[in-house]
C-alpha cells in the first residue's frame, strides 16, 4: 500500500489543489468523434461546450481518444456498477486516496463555523448533455422538491434530510442544515451525493406533481404507486432506468437499463465539463458497452477470453483469482491491486435481541461471546480461505485507520479451546446432551442457527470451519445455505440468531458506517432493536439499551454535531472504546487486498485503489480518464 | 369428439381459476415479499438498501393487504386484460414477455426439434439393432447426458470453447448484433451462439426419449403380428414403421404436450448460466425476488400451456391409436 | 393381434397361481428360477449387478472402507490434485517389492495467484497399510472404530487418492461416505412415484369414464403447477428447526408425489389400450377381479417401460438435490451426497483448475448406467419371446 488513507479533512484548504485550466481558454482539443457534428454545426465548438472554467484533471498519461470500454452488469439490479463506472459525479469527490474532498462538480465551497451552511460555487458556463445550462436551481429541485419529499421511495442521502437549499444567483448553491454536521462533505462527496446534480429540472419536474398536475396521473396509469416511483426510475440515482434523462457524466446511457435491453451502452457526452492537462477534454473512451449476465462464472469466462476491458464487480473473490492469473497472457490483461476498506472478511453477530429468552441471554453474555471467539482456529482459515494471506481481527478499524486500536482489533483472538471450555464451564453451561453439545439452564441444546446466502461463497467456507471449531468447545454451529432474500426477511424481522456480513467500516468510512462499532444500522444484526434508537426512534420494535449502550449513542450523536475535528474524532475514539467493552460482534480476519481485471490495452488503470460502498470504487479515479491504447 | 373437446376446453377455464389462486398462494409462501427481496439483492451486491424507501413502497403496492385482498385485485386485473407491472423491472408484465417470448419460442422449438430428429431414430435404431456398438453407444452417451446437470454441461461446454478457441460464447448474441435487426449477419451470429443451449438441451433431454422409444419398440418387436409379417416377406423398414413404432410412441406422445410449457422454463438453469435473453431468467428472477404480478402471470402462463398441452397430447392419442378412441368415449 | 400371444400371457401369469401346473419349461424350475437363468447369461446385467453390490457394500460400511475422515480440514492441502499412486517400490538391496505407496507433495503457497502448488517429490514415499491405526470414527453411531481398510502412518502424512477439495478435504473417503445418501434416499422417492402412477395410471385407464376424467384432470392441475415455485413454496412451508437431511427427505417425498404424474398418463394411455384386446376381455369373462386383470395381465405388457421409466427417473432423483440447491433448498453441508460434492464443482475455478472435483460425476453416471442395464437384463430375462432373438 503505497498511498496514507489518512482521515477525511474538514476544509477548505483543499481548494488549493482544485486548478482551473485559464491559460487553455481557447486551446481545447476533443475527440474526433465529434469533429463531424461540429463542423456540421450540430454541435457548439468544444469552448462553448464546456464551462469558462473546465476542471484540469492531472492524467497520469495522456491519453488518446477512441475505443469502447466493455464491462457486465449482473442481472437488473445492478445499478451499483454504473454509479461506481460512468456516474461518479458529485458536487464534491474524494480523492484517490481518500483522505479528502476535492472540487469537482462544485468550484469551491465554504462552511459557516458551526457546520450548518454550506455555500457550493457552480461553474459558469456548465452544461447539460442536452446543452442548456446546469444552474443552482437544479440542485435546488433535486434537494427540495424531490429528496425531502416524502413520496420520493429512491434514494434519500441521509444527510439531507431536512436541509434546505436555495440559489442566491445561478451559480451559487446555498444549503441549510437543521443540525450541525461535521460530515457533511464527506457525505457529498459519498456514493449518495452525485443524487443532488442527478436531475435536470427541467426533465425531472415533469414527473412532479407542483410541475405538472398530471404527473400523478400518468404514474398511475403506467402502472407505479405514484409520482414518487416514476421519479425514482426516471431520475434517482438507483434504479435510473431512463436514458433520455439528461446527465452532467461522461458518457450518456443510450438505452434503458430495464434488465431486459443488453448490452446497456453510453456513448461521450460532448457536454463533459473536465479536461485533462493539455487541454484534451475528457473522456478519452467514446463508448461503454456492459453486457448483461445472469451469473457471475460468465463474467469470469468472459473476462479471461479478454472480453472485458476494466472491472472488479462482482468477480474479485479469492476463489477466481488463480483462473485470472494463469490465464492473463492468453485473455491478453492483467491483475491490478485494490485495497479493501472492509476491516473483517466476516462477521459474526449474535443477536443480541433474539426473541427467546434462554438464548438471548446467553447471547448478551459477555463471557460466552469470548469464549466462543476464543474457540475459533482464525490461522486455518486464513490458511484455507486467504492461502495465508491476512491476520486475525476483531471488528475494528484497518491499521491504516488513524482510529486504529490494536487492543480493540486483537482482543480474544487467540485460538485457545481449553481456555474457551473453562470459560464456558465458569459461566455454568457444564451439562452436555449425548453429542457433547452443552445444554442450556432449560436443558436445550445450545445449536446456534447460522443461514448465509449461496452466492457469497466466503461466508460458507468460513463458517464450516467455524462450526467444526465450535464442536470442539461443545457448540453446534447449524449453518444453513439460503436464498439471500430469505436471510434478509429473517433478519430485518430479527427473526435470526446469528447473521454474518463482512466487515465494512475499516477506513475512511468508519465514522459514517459504524455499524458494527454500534447499533445504528440496517445492518447492525446483532442489536437491531437497540438500533432503532438511532434510525427511527419511534419505531415500536425499538428497545431501550442498556446503560453503556445508550452512552455510547450519545456520544455518536455528538460525534456528528461536532464541527471542530480534533474534537468529533476525539468523540469518535471515546465510541469505540465502549465497542471495545462491549465485545458485541466477533470477527474473523483482516481481509487481503483486492484486484479487479484489466485489458491490456486499456491506460492509467488505477492501481492500489481503495474499494469500499461508500467509496465508489473506481469512480473517484475519474474514470474518464481511463483510454485504450489503439 | 367435438363435444368431447368442448367439455375440456370448459374444464379447463375452471382449472385456470384455480390455477391462478394456487400460484398466487404458492408465490407468497416464502417469507418476504418483493421489497425486501429487492433490498437483500442490493445488500449481496455490496450496496446498502435504502432505509425507508421499503415501507413506503410496500404501503403503495398493498404489500400489507391480506393475502385474499391482494389475489382478488390481481384477478379482476387480469379479467381485464391487465397483467400488471413488474417492480422489479419496472415495466409492464405484459411489455415484458412480449419483449422476449419470440426468442423463447425460437430456441426452445429449435432444440426440441434437434432433440427429437436425434432422438427417435436413435431410439428406433436402438431397438432394433439391439446391444450393437451403435446401441450401447447411445445408452452410454444419452445416461451421460441425463447425469451431468444441465448447468454443468454448459458451464464445461462454456469453458472448453474458451480453451480451444479463446473467446467467451455468451447469450444468443454477439454484443454489435444484439440491439440490431435480424439481417443475414445476425442469422449467422445467432446459430453460432445458439448451437450450446440446443446441445445442453437436447443431451439433457435424448436419453429419456431414447430408452423409452427403445424399451417399448421392444415389447412390439418380438409380437407374434410383427414376426407373421416378417415371415410373410413384408419388407423391414416398411414393417418397423409402420405398426411397432407407431405402438411405441404412445407413451411419448401421452407427454408431449407437456413440451408446451417449456418455451417459458425448460431450461431454466441452463439459460442462466449461458444468459440466454429468453424468458426463464426472468421467471427465476421474478421468483426468487417474488415479483408478485410478473411471476404469477408466468406461472399462469406455463399453466395455460400445460392445459392445452394434455388436451393436444390426448388428442394426439386418439389420432395414433383408434382403441383409446373408444376408451375415451366410454 | 394374435389370439396366440394373448393365450401364453395368461398362461405365464397363472402359473405362479397354479403350482400344479401340468407342464412347466422344465420340469421342477419356478418362473423366478427362469428368469435367473436366463439373467445369468446376460453378461452385461451380471457386472452391472456386481458393480451395484459393490456399490452398496461400500456405502454400507463407509467407515471402515473411507481412508480419511470426510470433514477433517486439511489447511496445507487445499485443491490438491490426486496423489500418484505405485504398487511397487525398490527396496534395500535395490530389488523390486510390493509395497503400495502415494508420493507425498512439496507445497509451496502461491500469495500472488492466491493458492498452493502442489508439487510431487519422489523422494517421499508415503506407504499404504491395510488397517493401520488411524482416526476414530464412530461405527453406525453404536461403536468406534480406529483402524480403517487402509491408511498412512503417522500424523503428518497424507493420503488423497482422488485429491481433496477446496478445505483440503479427502475427495474419496467424501464420495464413499456420500454413497449412502445417494443410494438411499433418492431411490425411496422413486419407488413411492412408481407405485402411485402405476396404480392410479392404471385405474384411471382401467375404469375410464368419470373416474378416468377426474383423476386426469388432477394430474393436469398438478403438471400444471410448474415445478420451481412448488419447491420454493414447500421449502418455506417446511418447519424451521429440521435439519438439512430432514428438509430434504421432506423435499424428496414432495419430489415423488408429483413425479407420479407422468408415469401415471403413461400407463393410464397404454391401459386404454390395452383393455379391449381380446386376451382382456378374456380374462373378464373367465371371472378374474379387476385387481387381477391390472396386475397379471395388463401390467406385464409393458414392464419395459415401466424399467425403462425407473432408471430414468434414478439421475432426476439423484440430481434433484443439485438442482433444489441452486434455489438453496437441496442437501448441503455437513451432509454428503454425490450431488453436494458434484455441486461443488459447478464454478470455473474447479473447471479449470481442479478437474478432479468431477469425479462424482463419474460415479453418478457409472451408478446409473448399471441400474439401466441391470434393468435391462431383468427386461430381457422377463421377456417370455427374448429368445426368439
Redesign the interface.
Known sequence: MTRHVGRLCLSTAVLALAAGAPALANGYTQAPMLDARVDAGELPPAEERMPAEPLQLEAPEVGTYGGTWRSTLKGNNDEGWIRRSANYEPLVSYTFGWDGVVPNIAQSWDVNEDATRFTFHLREGHKWSDGTPFTAEDVVFAINDVINSDSFPGERPPALLGATASAPDAQTVVIDLPVPHSLFLEQMASVAGPQVVHMQKAFCSQFHPDYNPDAEKNATDAGLSGWGEAMMLNCGVRRNRNAERPTLAAWIQQVDYDGINTPVSFARNPYYFKVDQDGNQLPYIDTLSMTQVEDANSIVLMGIAGEIDFTNRHIDNVANKPVFFDNQKKGDYKIYDTIVADMNTAIIQLNLNYDDDGFRELFQNKDFRIALSHGIDRQEIIDVVYAGLGEPYQAAPRPESPFYDEELAKQYTEWDPDLANRMLDGIGLTERNGDGIRLLPDGRPISIRIDTTTDLGTYLDILELVALHWEEIGIDLDVRKAERSYVYEQKDNNRHMAHVWKGDGGLGDAMLDSRYYLPMHDESAFALRWAMNWKDPNNATRQDPPEEVARQLDLYKKMYEAADPAERDELFRQVLEITRDQFYTIGVSLPPSSYGIASNAMGNIPENQPHAWIYPNPGPMNTSLLFKRQ | MLQFIANRILTMIGMTLMLSFVCFFIIQLPPGDVISAYAAELAAAGDSSGGQMEEMLRERYGLNQPFVVQYLKWLRNLLVGDLGYSFNLSKPVSEIIESRIGISLLVEMLAITVLWAIAVPIGIYSAVRRYSVGDMFATVFGFIGLAVPNFLLALLIMYLVYVFTGTAVEGLFSAEYANARWSLGRILDFLSHVWIPVVVIATGGAAPIIRVLRANLLDELNKPYVVTARAKGMKESRLIMRYPVRVAMIPLVATVGWVLPTIISSSIVTAIVLNLPTLSPILLRSLLSQDMHLAGALILFMGILTLVGTLVSDLLLAWIDPRIRTGMAT | ??R??DMTRTDTADFEFAPPAPVAVSGTETQAQLIWRAFRRHK?AMVSLVVLGLLYFVALFAEVLAPNDP?E?N??Y?YAPPQEFRLFDRDEDGGWAFRPHVLGYKVE????????SFVPDPDKKIYIHLFPRTHETRMWGLFTIDRHLIGVDGRREVLFLMGSD???RDLLSRLIYGARITLSIGLAGIVISLLMGVIIGGVS?YY??LV?NVI??II??I????P???W??????LP?DW??LQNYFAITLILSLIGWT?LA??V?????????EDYVSAARLDGAGDFRIIWRHMLP??T??I???A??AI??M??AE??L????LGL???VISWGVL?QE?????A???APWLLFP?AF??VT??AM?FLGDGL?DAA?P??D??
Do not use: C, W
Open positions: 393381434m394374435s396366440d400371444q452385461l470433514h480440514v489447511a496445507r487445499t503457497v502461491d500469495q500472488v495467484a492466491l493458492r498452493r477446496r478445505l483440503g385407464g375410464g369414464g378416468d386426469q384432470r393436469e392441475f403438471r400444471s403447477i410448474p420451481i415455485p412448488l420454493m413454496g414447500f421449502a418455506a412451508a424451521r435439519s438439512a407422468e398418463r403413461v393410464r394411455s397404454r391401459f386404454l389400450s390395452l383393455k379391449s405388457a409393458f419395459s417401460h424399467i425403462a421409466t432408471t430414468l439421475p432426476g439423484i440430481l443439485t438442482a440447491s441452486f434455489l438453496g448441503q453441508s455437513p458434484l464443482a459447478q464454478n470455473l475455478r473447471l479449470a483448475d460425476g453418478i453416471v446409473i448406467l439401466n427386461r421377456d419371446y427374448g426368439t432373438q
